[in-house]
């Protein structure tokens, strides 16, 4: 680095020298009059003013090698990290998707437990029935034959009935027809 700052410096030197000969030589061109000293004056002070400005540049600007080799290693940094993004992306996929179908299996292996209990229930429930109604006809049936259920005897007994109440019942009587009279 202090090798091409002192480069640097020489070279400096060497157009600030341009730069005052190439004055000179524009002053003394304008003074008698000579047209190519005077552009050749001229001439001198323009480069020597470019070289100036160049390596005052070249001095500002940094070297950049050290930001690209960071800049490298940050990208080759941030490459690796999507990569881990998206294979954990992909990962946590999988694994919803593996969840996703024990789930199912579950759910599915639920549903024919259920259906198989419901058919066993459905049978137990179905021989039970049977069971009460058969211990329920037999118990009818001894109650019919110990005499529970005999038939009431109907008891006789005085009964007045009313003739409105059953006109059907009514012996009919003659009606008068004398001189047009109608009537009971």
Do not use: C
């Amino acid at each position: 680095m202090e090798r091409t700052s002192g480069k640097i410096k020489t070279l400096v030197a060497a157009a600030a020298g341009a730069v005052l000969a190439g004055l000179a030589a524009l002053l003394h061109g304008i003074m008698r009059d000579d047209l190519p000293r005077s552009i050749g004056g001229l001439a001198l002070i323009v480069i020597g003013l470019t070289v100036i400005v160049l390596a005052v540049i070249r001095r500002w600007v940094t070297d950049t090698r050290q930001e690209r080799i960071l800049l490298a290693a940050s990208q080759r940094e941030a490459q690796g990290q999507r990569s881990q993004y998206f294979a954990a992306q992909a990962a946590l996929a999988a694994e919803q998707s593996r969840l996703k179908q024990n789930i199912d299996a579950e759910r599915h292996a639920l549903a024919a437990r259920l259906k198989a209990e419901r058919e066993t229930m459905a049978r137990e429930f179905e021989e039970r029935r049977a069971t009460v109604i058969a211990e329920t006809m037999e118990a009818t049936v001894r109650m019919f034959q110990n005499g529970k259920f005999a038939p009431a005897e109907t008891v006789t007994g005085n009964l007045i009935e009313f003739p409105r109440q059953h006109p059907e019942r009514q012996p009919e009587q003659a009606r008068s027809r004398e001189h047009g009279v109608v009537g009971p």
